[in-house]
């Protein structure tokens, strides 16, 4: 179920983003913001409760998801676009590859 979520709450970014993804365009609109933000709070609650259940689950850097996750409910006056821009652009697409393998070998 984790992992499903974590699938669809990159899926839900992507969607917001669109197949552009321009960051000037995120960075002006704070409802695209909020709701990314919002998703990626979802993926690091996800980890965080699988890392929780299978400490052996093969997703890399979980410990800096779950700090993520934190870091955006804990400070959210102090989120930074260009971090997230970032995060969006290099850590979920692998994210989102080790996502899909550990549903599929659960499913086999």
Known sequence: MYLHDISN??????????EERNFVKYESN?????????E??????????IIKL????????ARR???????????YDNVDNVII?????KDLPLLKMQVSELIESRTR
């Open 9 to 18: 709450s990159i899926d839900s970014i992507y969607e917001f983003l669109g």
């Open 54 to 61: 299978d400490p052996s689950a093969d997703i890399s850097n």
């Open 85 to 89: 821009w970032g995060i969006i652009d």
């Open 30 to 38: 704070k409802l695209l913001r909020r709701a990314v933000e919002r």
């Open 65 to 75: 998801i779950v700090n993520l996750r934190n870091w955006i409910i804990h400070t």
């Open 40 to 49: 990626l709070e979802i993926i690091g609650e996800a980890v965080n409760r």
